[in-house]
């Protein structure tokens, strides 16, 4: 199972609004609402922004949406703050019970 | 408060085994299946597989075929991942990482991960 492709960077001012792909297949993306997004700050474990494609867990700032059309899905930051800077991950179901992480973005805050 | 506590760095060299281990508290550990997901350094995260602690059941990436293992305690409800015949690629953060819910896979708690360096 190959990886899912987002973009290697992505940077925004604060206030801004960015928006990460995530492109997979019909086999994965495309075939499932299981796709969910994570947040890793360096030397961190990885923490959950999104889930099912555009739910937010509990707490966590509205200013965190994602969406999907067709095989890509995209998580998008509103009102960018220094602290969104980190890595973002994408990760979708795929058949048979397992699971595939896209290759990850650097968000720089300029 | 759930937690998701993991053993500590371990240095190994190409062809040994090694476990990492991954102890649950503040939940059913039995209700919840437990990933593992591991990120080799500088580089994304790479899933490797489950295990339905309640039954022991287990899948995994096909990538990890005859090297991986995973195992669970239910009476200290502690996760293990046994990685053999390792090589320097293996050099890796190991996370575990419980699933939201039955059927929903995603991660909604990490642990805090283990590093495992493979070298001669």
């Known amino acids: 199972q190959s990886a899912l492709t987002q973009p290697a960077s992505v940077s925004g001012s604060p206030g801004q609004s960015i928006t990460i792909s995530c492109t997979g297949t019909?086999?994965?993306?495309?075939?499932?609402?299981?796709v969910s997004w994570y947040q890793q700050h360096p030397g961190k474990a990885p923490k959950l922004m999104i889930y099912?494609?555009?739910k937010r867990p509990s707490g966590l700032s509205d200013r965190f949406s994602g969406s999907k059309s067709g095989n890509t899905a995209s998580l998008t930051i509103s009102g960018l703050q220094a602290e969104d800077e980190a890595d973002y991950y994408c990760?979708?179901?795929?058949?048979?019970?397992?699971?595939?992480f896209g290759g990850g973005t650097k968000l720089t805050v300029l | 408060q759930v937690q998701l506590v993991q053993s500590g760095a371990e240095v190994k060299k190409p062809g040994a085994s090694v476990t990492v281990s991954c102890k649950a508290s503040?939940?059913?550990?039995?209700?919840?299946?437990m990933h593992w997901v591991r990120q080799a350094p500088g580089q994304g995260l790479e899933w490797m597989g489950w295990?339905?602690?309640?039954?022991?059941?287990?899948n995994h990436a096909q990538k990890f075929q005859g090297r991986v293992t995973m195992t669970r305690d239910t009476s200290i409800s502690t996760a293990y991942m046994d990685l053999t015949r390792l090589r320097s690629d293996d050099t890796a953060v190991y996370y575990c990482?419980?699933?939201?819910?039955?059927?929903?896979?995603?991660?909604?708690?990490w642990g805090q991960g283990t590093l495992v360096t493979v070298s001669s």
């Open positions: 990482a419980r699933q939201y819910s039955s059927g929903l896979y995603f991660f909604d708690y």
């Open positions: 503040g939940y059913t550990f039995t209700g919840y299946y």
């Open positions: 295990i339905n602690p309640n039954s022991g059941v287990t």
């Open positions: 019909s086999s994965d993306v495309g075939g499932y609402t299981l």
């Open positions: 099912e494609v555009n």
């Open positions: 990760c979708s179901y795929v058949r048979s019970n397992t699971v595939v």
